[in-house]
């Protein structure tokens, strides 16, 4: 997503429920569009909930979505409020020291955003100020990067750092290529554009699962595997999608 964890190995492992032999609990962030979010009607959507809902379905599993803000998805899923994470979350060396990951169920890139016709260069981003979201890929980039050269400011949801490009505080926003694409295909989105060529083109997605439960692990990778070749992802990408993000 996407995303870097930002002391979250820290969290502290806390007795809980089972996991449900015909039954999983999904967590995810609900503030993450297009891939996971809440509708007008209070409703669970995006690309996260159709794959986890079709992955359920593969293993013949009721799904149960439990929703939890990004900086506490991790320690949810060690207290043991929801047995998987599907939320866009980047596998990284950092992660796997907390969690394990399935196998990846889609890519993803870093790129800018900015308004048409700024002339942001995101090579000569000096004075700028640029805007991510925290504990995120991008937000680490930028951190790791570019701390000393630009104004970092560094929002909880992505929908904030959209909101102060909206409003000409910050100059720039660096964020996952498809999550931008998708904003920049919406109202609020015209009259901003890409600005410089996407990044970072390594970066995997995959569901996070507590150290140790193997066999749901590869329960859930052949469920990934048999919705690729069923044609069932192809459905759902397209939803979402003009190009296979996979």
Known sequence: MKRTALALIAAILVSGPALAADKLRLGTEGAYPPFNQIDPNGKLIGFDVDIGNALCEKMNMECEW??????????????????????????????????DFTERYYSNSLRYISKKGSGLDPKNLKGKAIGAQRATIAGQYLEDNLTGVVDIKLYDTQEAAYLDLEAGRVDGVLGDMLVNYEWLNSDAGEGFEFVGEAFNRSDV?????????????????????????????????????PFDIY
């Open 66 to 99: 439990v929703t939890q803000d990004w900086d506490g998805i991790i320690p949810g899923l060690l207290a043991k409020k929801y047995d998987v994470i599907i939320a866009s979350m980047s596998i990284t060396d950092e992660r796997k020291r907390a969690v």
């Open 205 to 241: 997605i995959g569901i996070a699962l507590r150290k140790g439960n193997e066999e749901l692990r590869e329960k859930i990778n052949k469920a990934i595997a048999e919705i690729r070749e069923d044609g069932t992802y192809a459905k759902i990408n397209a939803k979402y999608f």
